[in-house]
């Protein structure tokens, strides 16, 4: 089955500072999805990729899928206290697979 | 418009045991999925429920299956229960292809 890897694992960044996280795949993907889990929470949609070269942004957030559709990217600008958490890519229609997760802590 | 409810919250069972986990979908929704996410981990995929067949099963064990019922509510059950199945069972249900909507996860304990 497809599978999708992060990196990085953990990320402590300064409050106000920018955070990035990949998402990396060895076959081409039909579909991105990233999902944010506070801690002690469950994880809550933020957006879906689908197509080559594909751009969103959410206020802070940016999402990237690769030309390749083989990657992609959540950028956070100027990171609040309020983005603590670990960030998910996952990939797949019925099996839906998710990485690993990048774990972003916000030191005040 | 109740999101996905699951039930028990927390739970604590000996090896060995068996446990059922419940999971009513968000309105409207009619695929539900389970999946397991130990501590640190990334939520692993179980199995997909769609129209009371399981539609699709990831790299679990026959002890782990699954059901449901006619309203898209489903559960699931784990028999002969490990240390290592100790996580936080997440029920997600969605519209395929769409994204996932999460309940509040079953804490397994098994000691």
């Known amino acids: 089955g497809q599978q999708v890897m992060q990196i990085p694992q953990y990320q402590h960044v300064q409050e106000g500072e920018d955070f990035t996280t990949y998402c990396n795949s060895s076959t081409t993907l039909s579909n991105i999805q990233w999902y944010k889990q506070r801690p002690g929470g469950h994880p809550v949609f933020l957006i879906q990729l689908v197509k080559s070269g594909e751009v969103k942004k959410q206020k802070r957030l940016t999402f990237q899928f690769g030309e390749a559709k083989k990657n992609s990217s959540l950028h956070i600008t100027a990171t609040q206290t309020t983005d603590v958490g670990t960030y998910f890519c996952g990939t797949g229609k019925q099996n839906f697979v998710f990485g690993p997760g990048t774990r972003l802590s916000v030191l005040p | 418009d109740a999101g996905v409810t699951q039930s028990p919250t927390h739970l604590i069972k000996t090896r060995g045991q068996q446990v059922t986990l419940r999971c009513s979908p968000k309105s409207g929704h009619d695929t539900v999925s389970w999946y397991q996410q130990a501590l640190g981990q990334g939520p692993q995929f179980i199995f997909q429920?769609?129209?009371?067949?399981?539609?699709q099963r990831g790299n679990f064990p026959d002890r782990f299956s699954g059901h449901q019922f006619p309203n898209y509510s489903s559960e699931l059950n784990v028999n002969a229960l490990l240390l290592g199945d100790s996580a936080l069972y997440l029920c997600a249900s969605s519209l395929l292809p769409g994204e996932l909507f999460f309940g509040e996860g079953s804490r397994l304990t098994v000691l």
């Open positions: 429920y769609y129209e009371e067949e399981e539609r």
